[in-house]
């Protein structure tokens, strides 16, 4: 099994060169799409209805994307044992963390128009292939001054260009992926770790201010000690994270989480 | 990219249909100018792709190419380092807030080449012959007009790129010398690939390509006659053109005064 991640800023052309990636690819790998966004998508819908593979919608909501993403990789890992490639796209917002994985193969699909390479964090350096997008629009001397100053962030990069509405480059992106490693009985490793979240606003803070969010942190803190931290999802929240904002929230009560129950039982017991 | 690309040679490979393509091999070398012609969707791209690639029989065609009449080395079509194609298009637009001089320094290190004395004037000076309205080193990127732009760009691209294949897409009526601009990429040693339909432009090429249904069909050496209406046609657009510039300029147009040269033949 190959896994694949495309990173992009939103309208870079991830979805319509993965299209025609996929069409590249399909005759001979059993695929898999998982797109992930913040509020909603309906790309995973396209993709099945216009290639008959199967696909995934999963939607980060109040939690940072990126970090959702990488929860989920192993769910979307084991679901799809049976499969060749698994194709990720992920929401693409934020350029610190890209959730790339080192067994795997991640794309960078980068917009040309959208200013000095230099600027991009990990969601560049770290790609294996960037894609650079849009090229059509500008001047042969620009693409070329846009791919040296890639190189300078990321001098491994293999950089290809892509064209969402032609398809070129996809063929190249193909084989980059045909070329990829397997990732089967791997232990998969992020290529560099996410910022970390350590404050009160990761609890659903709102009030700007110091004291209100070193409480609402202490608050957060004592109630993650009280739970299992699986991210199972019989509360009805995602993950754990979003369940502690909900009840600090008073949106809802502690006890939804089934594992606070059990531990409150066994102390009674004793 | 060590060894000179002088020549590139199309070996047949196969149409969407499947059948062989009706030829025994094109031979492309430096300095020709090749027009690819035919319908949206049948097939242009294809062919370019497989020239950026020099595909060995492992693209969709099944094409295959030959460099200097020798099957060309893994590095030669792999090295990301090289791009065999550069290209030129009619929706393309400068970005960059910058300075006419400082942007063609920064092609120039981009390219990791040190700038010879008066490169860049020359830059400029051959974009001028290409524009009727002339561009100076001091000039802002994003203030030149259509014309100034395709100019600069088809000089930039003659002088700074390393490729050896240019690729000109649909550059129509953009007020500039499209002859000019042909003649100075030949002069820089490219092969130039113009996929057009521009009467001028496809008639003064050396040869056309003619695809269809993802196939080669045909190829035409451009006759002697046709090179002759190319000609005419081109000295009507430039006439076209001096006037442009004389209402530019907010000159009053009197009268027009058409009459023919007799044509110079190509030595």
């Given amino acids: ?270 | 990219m060590d060894e000179e690309i002088k020549k590139i040679t199309i070996l047949p490979g196969i149409n969407k249909f499947g059948k062989k393509e009706n030829f025994e091999k094109i031979e492309i070398k430096k300095g020709q100018v090749i027009a690819i012609v035919g319908n949206t969707g049948a097939g242009k791209t294809q062919l370019l792709y497989d020239i950026e690639r020099l595909a060995q029989k492992d693209t969709r065609s099944r094409r295959k190419f030959l460099v200097n009449d020798k099957i060309p080395d893994k590095e030669m079509r792999f090295n990301p380092e090289r791009k065999l194609i550069a290209s030129l298009a009619q929706s393309m637009n400068f970005l960059m807030d910058i300075s006419v001089r400082d942007f063609l320094k920064l092609h120039l290190e981009s390219r990791g080449k040190k700038a010879r004395q008066g490169l860049l004037k020359e830059v400029i000076k051959e974009a001028n012959e290409i524009t009727g309205e002339a561009i100076s080193p001091e000039m802002n990127l994003l203030n030149l007009s259509g014309g100034q732009s395709r100019a600069l760009m088809v000089s930039d691209v003659a002088n700074i790129s390393v490729s050896p294949i240019i690729l000109i897409d649909e550059i129509e009526n953009a007020g500039i010398r499209k002859e000019k601009a042909i003649e100075i990429l030949v002069e820089e040693g490219k092969i130039v690939l113009i996929v057009t339909h521009d009467p001028s432009l496809a008639l003064n090429a050396d040869k056309r390509i003619i695809i269809k249904n993802g196939g080669i069909v045909k190829i035409l050496d451009t006759t002697l006659k046709e090179k002759g209406i190319a000609y005419y046609l081109n000295w009507i657009e430039n006439y076209n053109l001096e006037i442009r510039e004389k209402i530019r300029q907010g000159r009053e147009i009197k009268n027009v005064e058409i009459y023919c040269e007799p044509i110079k033949l190509k030595k």
Avoid: W
């Fill in chain 1, 1 to 270: 099994m190959k896994f694949v991640i495309f990173a992009g800023t939103p309208g870079s052309g991830k979805t319509s060169i993965i299209k025609y990636i996929v069409q590249e690819l399909k005759e001979n790998f059993k695929l898999f799409f998982a797109k992930f966004d913040c509020l909603q998508t309906s790309d995973d819908e396209r993709i099945k209805q216009e290639y008959k593979i199967p696909t995934v919608k999963k939607l980060a909501g109040e939690l940072c994307p990126d970090h959702y993403t990488a929860l989920e990789i192993p769910k979307i890992v084991k679901e799809n044992q049976d499969k060749d490639v698994i194709i990720l796209e992920t929401a693409g917002l934020c350029l610190r963390c890209s959730p790339y994985i080192k067994e795997g193969l991640g794309i960078n699909v980068l917009d040309i128009t959208s200013g000095d390479p230099s600027r991009y964090g990990p969601i560049l350096t770290q790609a294996d292939v960037v894609a650079v997008s849009k090229g059509d629009l500008i001047s042969q001397a620009e693409r070329e001054i846009f791919r040296a100053k890639i190189l300078k962030v990321n001098p491994k990069a293999k950089i290809v260009e892509v064209n969402g509405l032609t398809g070129e480059g996809a063929i190249d992106v193909a084989e980059f992926i045909k070329l990829s490693s397997h990732i089967e009985n791997k232990k998969l490793r992020l290529k560099h770790s996410m910022p970390s979240a350590v404050c009160g606003y990761c609890y659903g803070n709102k009030i700007i201010d110091e004291k209100e969010v070193h409480q609402r942190y202490l608050a957060g803190k004592e109630l993650k000690k009280l739970i299992p931290n699986l991210n199972c999802g019989k509360c009805g929240f995602k993950s754990c994270n979003e369940f502690i904002r909900a009840v600090l929230d008073k949106k809802v009560k502690k006890e939804q989480c089934p594992f606070i129950k059990q531990k409150v039982v066994t102390i009674k017991k004793l």
